[in-house]
């Protein structure tokens, strides 16, 4: 092993009671932590740490790899490779070939758990992450770190009871996993739908729009719509479209091919007063300021 590893695995050897272990049996836990090194050659570093699919080794035991620091590549065979990084959890299934390796320009350092299931539960992290939702992006999880740290306390002390306490310590990471997964799915969803508002709002910056229109649109209720695009952009919908039509008006002002009055009913203000009103509210300045000041023109 490179001297840069750090590596321990501790095994379970306590005695298991398949009617008090929640259908789990923790074979193994520990944590492996590696420093950058960057005279090791990317070739030799993956020769020494991932195996060729059709002459490595696979095992009969899920395995749960949490990654603390770092970045590398995680590839399942006759699968691409795929990007790894801190605060992502990997979960191998049994008897699946896989591969994977860190960049040897930043430090590593990942936690894992091997276990059995009973036919129930392996069913059910089969269904729950799927092929494609085996690298879960769970973020900085600091009560995940400490249920991984506390399973390594439990075996390497020996506590008594030792296999319900880690397959309850077992039962909350997975949880997390699939909860924090769940979320962040969520916020990505809700994100996306804040960014095709904006998109909307710039496509649409010359008509009529409000965020009722924008809502229905996007298939979403307006009191959720408008939480949503608050909590992403810090602005509510009304707010953040006039500013974009404030920002046109701008533009329309510096490129003098339209009257005061033509850029006001462009941009449908109910009229040139109203528009110079909200204008100079926004920037300091009237329209005609404005744009003499941008453009060199006179006032008079």
């Keep these: 092993m490179n001297t840069n590893t750090l590596q321990s695995e501790f095994n379970n050897t306590a005695s298991t009671d398949n009617h008090a272990n929640f259908g ?6 520990g944590y492996k932590s590696i420093l950058p090194d960057e005279h090791l050659r990317r070739d030799s570093q993956i020769k020494d740490i991932r195996y060729h699919f059709k002459k490595g080794r696979v095992s009969n035991q899920f395995k749960v790899i949490y990654i603390t620091k770092g970045a ?4 399942f065979e006759d699968g691409e490779e795929l990007r790894i990084e801190r605060g992502m959890i990997l979960i191998i299934m049994p008897n699946q070939k896989y591969q994977y390796y860190h960049m040897t320009e930043t430090e590593w350092k990942e ?6 299931a009973n036919a129930v539960y392996s ?45 309850g310590i077992l039962l909350h990471i997975l949880g997390l996993a699939m909860a924090e997964s769940r979320n962040k799915a969520l916020e990505k969803k809700e994100m996306q739908i804040a960014e095709q508002a904006k998109i909307i709002m710039n496509e649409q910056i010359f008509s009529e729009i409000d965020a009722h229109q924008i809502a229905a649109m996007l298939n979403v209720s307006y009191s959720t719509f408008r939480l949503n695009f608050r909590k992403y952009t810090g602005h509510s919908p009304a707010k953040y479209f006039n500013d974009l039509r404030i920002e046109k008006a701008r533009e329309m002002l510096c490129e003098r091919t339209d009257s005061i009055k033509e850029i006001a009913f462009k941009l449908n203000y109910s009229s040139s007063n109203h528009f110079s009103s909200i204008f100079k509210k926004a920037t300091g300045y009237s329209p005609k300021d404005y744009r003499c000041m941008q453009t060199g023109e006179s006032s008079e």
């Excluded at 789990?24 to 836990?29: K, L, Q």
């Excluded at 936690?111 to 059995?116: A, P, S």
């Design 72 to 75: 590398g590549f995680v590839s």
């Design 111 to 116: 936690y894992f758990i091997r276990f059995e």
């Design 123 to 167: 069913q059910l992290i089969r269904s729950l992450f799927t092929e494609n939702e085996q690298i879960v992006d769970v973020g900085f999880n600091e009560e995940l770190v400490r249920l991984f740290q506390r399973s390594i306390d439990v075996v390497r002390n020996g506590l008594k009871s030792s296999q319900v306490y880690l397959s």
């Design 24 to 29: 789990f049996t923790v074979n193994s836990v």
